[in-house]
């Protein structure tokens, strides 16, 4: 995320997480506790100074006027000496808290720090009122997702960010669902020209490390609360529900997946697990393995789930043909097979429903 410099070593980041104070002078200092109450770490440096990490990219030029020096390698500032970590507190008194995300809080222009001087930074204010006021049904795809990245990219016009991510992963579900590497392809992530400020290359490789996590906590985020309305309840009476869950897992994974839902006697869940993962029109099922894993779990029943990365979920010959082997090694063991749905692009196939088992 833009600014968001983070800790510098193991030693630097046990410091910060237990109450343990740093040692030296400005152990317990008035400068120490204000710089950290901004979200701003202090280390001391194996040479003398001071390293300062966490928030800084809000609080930079203050940082610059007391004397700090950029170092890319450790992704921090240096600071000469008290002095200067002083210098800095005093600067700061009057700065209320750091950033939680990318975006720093509004500042005046006269504030130095260039903030407002881009146009985007009233359009940003102007679309978080518009979905205050009228809502997030008012917004269009690529605005509702401009406004997500909001929070992981500060230094950028996020609206082409976010058409151009849509336009090459198809949807908002293919947004969140694709590989979090191919964020890079729309970040436009270039090497940087001889003699560019190296700070700028952490600020650019930040853009794309905190978009990473915002989108992948976001899909994290709605797998679960779709999970939650399939948990703890009889999946077969919860079908449409369970269906929406099987969609936002495996509508947009590029290779098969084949998935199992092990479920008890109630038909409540008790397992949703991965059985194997293969190729762009292929996954291998073993019948056995199926099985061995149900009698592990007590299963009383399962449903079979794999997705059609084509966007066709009418089932080949193959997926009858091992469906029907499933079956009937299960039914050995007096496991009963409720389904095997097969996951398309906008909808599903349902061996059930359709007589096929």
Known sequence: MAGHETTLSPSAAARWATPAEPEGPLAGSAAAERLGRLGLILERAA?????????????????????????????AWQLADDAAVETLASMLATAGAGPGLAEAPPA??????????????????RLRQRFLDAGPESLADYELLELLLF???????????????????????GVLATDPAR??????????????????????DDDLRFTQVLLKAIQALVLRVLKEQIRDRPVIGSWSALIDYLHTVL????????????LDRKNILIRDEQHSRGTV?????????????ALELGASAIIMVHNHPS???????????????VVKALAAVNIQVHDHVIIGKNRHFSFRSQGLI
């Open 47 to 75: 040479g003398g100074g001071y390293l300062l990490a966490g928030y800084t990219f809000h609080y930079r030029d203050a940082i610059k006027r007391a004397g700090g020096r950029w170092l890319a390698d450790r992704r």
């Open 311 to 325: 966007g066709d979920p009418t089932p080949s010959q193959p997926d009858i043909e091992t469906t029907r082997a």
């Open 108 to 125: 005046p222009p006269s504030a130095g720090s260039g903030w407002g001087s881009k146009h985007y930074h009233g359009h940003r204010e």
């Open 251 to 262: 509508a947009h994974e590029s290779c098969e997946e084949f998935r199992i839902l092990f």
């Open 151 to 173: 929070f992981s990219v500060y230094r950028r016009d996020t609206k082409p960010l976010a058409k151009e991510m849509l336009a090459r992963f198809g949807s908002l579900g």
């Open 183 to 204: 964020y890079a392809e729309c970040l436009a992530l270039q090497p940087l020209a001889p003699g560019t400020d190296p700070e700028r290359g952490q600020e650019r």
């Open 281 to 293: 029109d292929h996954t291998p099922l073993y019948p056995r393995e199926v099985v061995k894993r």
